[in-house]
């Protein structure tokens, strides 16, 4: 109720509906409980966004981009966080997917829709490689 309070006061909100971690190679089943604050809110929308590393440190080699911005499984948030902060440089790649309305939709309905928009965006992104 908090969260959809404070968005109704202009509040944007990010989630990352996945609610763990993984290898980064897939997307993992999304949780609809990041969905309830927005399920069913008149004139309000999830959009969908996808990101993946495109080069660290000006190296596009895939073993470096595989793990450099997902939180390896066992690793502290700590050592995560001091992992990429230590890069010298990261280039991301974003894809925005279409707003999806709330208007009419439960949380198990977005949530679906959601992942299947980020999946559409995933497969939009080439993997670059150095020759």
Do not use: N
Not at 62 to 88: D, Y
């Amino acid at each position: 109720r908090e969260v959809r309070d404070r968005m109704t006061h202009g509040v944007r909100v990010l989630v990352f509906p996945e609610g763990t971690v993984g290898d980064g190679k897939r997307l993992l089943r999304y949780r609809t409980g990041g969905f309830e604050a927005v399920a069913g809110m008149p004139d309000s929308f999830v959009l969908p966004v996808y990101m993946r590393a495109a080069e660290v440190e000006g190296s596009a080699d895939p073993a470096r981009l595989e793990t450099a911005m997902v939180w390896i499984p066992g690793e502290t948030m700590l050592r995560h966080a001091w992992r990429l902060v230590g890069q010298k440089s990261t280039t991301v790649e974003l894809r925005i997917g279409q707003p999806i309305p709330t208007g009419k939709a439960d949380r198990k309905i977005l949530a679906e829709a959601a992942k299947r928009s980020t999946e559409r965006l995933a497969s939009l992104c080439d993997v670059r490689v150095d020759a």
